[in-house]
């Protein structure tokens, strides 16, 4: 029975995940190298696992895969779908389509978002043989030979979330630490509650086990990932916030040498992890931030949790914190009913919150969702705002890039041995070879568009 590494896919240029494809964003949850269009291997058996989307979807194809091997599944292909954008869906029923070209004996699974979502959809494609939901994924005896070819069940109802121990992640440098599920706020433009239903957490002593294994297995960064992880513990006994299990597990597996965070919300960081922004140095020294827009007017109409000048006061308040620290944001372009004006507002957040990269959204309808409703701009405005923002993005980047040169940068070493990440989350390239997953100190002396050049400090 063999099993290859994971493939990760790219989302299209500017959006969220997949960031590989442009020079706005950065690859957090991609792979060190990944394939452009990763597909099954043609005619061959074993189990390949083709993953879309977040730092989420990506632990939970190791888990799928722990427990499709268990099981005895051999010869199969497991698609991991996304739901954020139609152009995100319309990328994996056609990842479907080559995997059932490419094996056309293997056993073919489509899970994911968007199979919680439509499942019915997907049952309905030719090429597909069993359709699995986001929590029946996660479950051995979903990928037994008498498994029922449609296995999704109502993942609103879902009050708790499991913890899975997963030993390594192929195909990536630092580890994904799931630390809670699901969303208890509804965004109008957002489906993923309907594929991942409401929050829950996992408790504090299962996460830092999970983690003092990937240590012991020689992981050195460990990203902390969910899918509203400053929602983190709200439904847990004594309520511990995202700050206060951060600043455990840093106590508890001194080993760790680099935690990061993935997305937060502005408003919901607490005070907790802002001390740690301030005194912990294993904390990196990067934080993403879901800005969406920076127009009030368009804020309540996404029906977030933040205006502008809290936005702004969040992103002031973590340089003064650590000064030299990086700053990304999501901005959607083109919402519904968004004027010029309001559109310029957010164009001029890039500059005025001092951000150093962007995830850049065009505006995706999504069905059943409020702002589906609205109504809606033109493709041709929603493309020619998205394409301004991710040109901001771009000199932002190039600026932040500059910033750093002359500079010592803690490099954690990927690929072959000539790239990685900086603390600040920077791309560096460098003449190697070095040892995959190490951390080493390189001066930087130059950069390209999209990387930093470092050298042996």
Not at 76 to 99: L, Y
Request: glycine share 8%; aromatic share 4%.
């Amino acid at each position: 029975m063999t099993s290859r590494p994971i493939a990760q896919i790219p989302l299209p240029t500017g959006e969220r995940l997949g960031e590989g494809a442009s020079a706005t964003v950065h690859p957090i949850d991609q792979p060190d190298a990944p394939s452009p269009r990763p597909s099954p291997r043609r005619g061959e058996g074993g189990l390949d696992i083709l993953t879309f989307g977040c730092r989420l979807n990506a632990f939970e194809s190791e888990v799928m895969r722990g427990h499709a091997l268990a099981a005895g599944l051999d010869d199969a292909v497991i698609i991991n779908t996304c739901a954020v954008t139609a152009e995100a869906e319309r990328h994996a029923r056609q990842a479907i389509r080559r995997a059932r070209r490419a094996r056309p004996g293997a056993r073919l699974i489509v899970t994911g978002c968007a199979a919680q979502i439509d499942p019915q959809a997907y049952a309905a494609m030719p090429e597909v043989d069993q359709v699995l939901g986001n929590e029946e994924k996660l479950r051995r005896e979903s990928y037994g030979t008498d498994a029922a070819r449609l296995l999704v069940g109502d993942i609103l109802a879902a009050k708790e979330t499991a913890a899975h121990l997963v030993e390594g992640f192929d195909g990536h440098s630092r580890a994904f630490v799931q630390i809670q599920q699901g969303c208890d706020h509804r965004c109008t433009f957002c489906v993923i509650p309907l594929g991942r239903g409401n929050n829950r957490s996992v408790p504090v002593g299962a996460i830092v086990e999970q983690v003092r294994g990937l240590v012991a297995r020689g992981y050195r960064e460990a990203v902390l990932t969910g899918v509203d992880i400053t929602g983190y513990g709200a439904d847990l006994p004594g309520r511990p916030s995202l700050g206060q299990l951060a600043r455990r597990l840093l106590a508890l597996v001194p080993d760790l040498a680099r935690l990061r965070l993935s997305s937060l919300d502005p408003v919901e960081i607490d005070d907790a992890l802002w001390r740690l922004v301030a005194e912990e140095p294993r904390l990196m020294p990067h934080l993403h931030l879901s800005l969406q827009s920076g127009d009030d007017l368009i804020l309540k109409r996404m029906k977030r949790r933040h205006s502008r000048a809290q936005a702004l006061d969040a992103c002031r308040r973590a340089r003064d914190l650590r000064p030299g620290l990086a700053l990304g944001a999501d901005l959607i372009a083109g919402f519904p009913t968004e004027s010029d004006a309001m559109f310029e507002r957010t164009l001029s957040l890039v500059e005025e919150a001092r951000l150093d990269y962007l995830h850049v959204f065009p505006f995706s309808a999504r069905p059943g969702t409020p702002a589906s409703r609205m109504p809606q701009l033109s493709g041709d405005v929603v493309r020619a705002r998205a394409a301004r923002l991710r040109e901001a993005g771009g000199r932002a980047l190039a600026r932040s890039f500059a910033a750093r040169i002359g500079a010592t940068a803690s490099v954690l070493v990927e690929r072959s041995g000539d790239f990685g990440h900086s603390e600040h989350f920077a791309p560096v390239r460098f003449t190697g070879p070095r040892a995959r997953g190490t951390i080493i100190p390189l001066r930087i002396t130059a950069a390209t568009a999209d990387a930093l050049i470092g050298e042996a400090a």
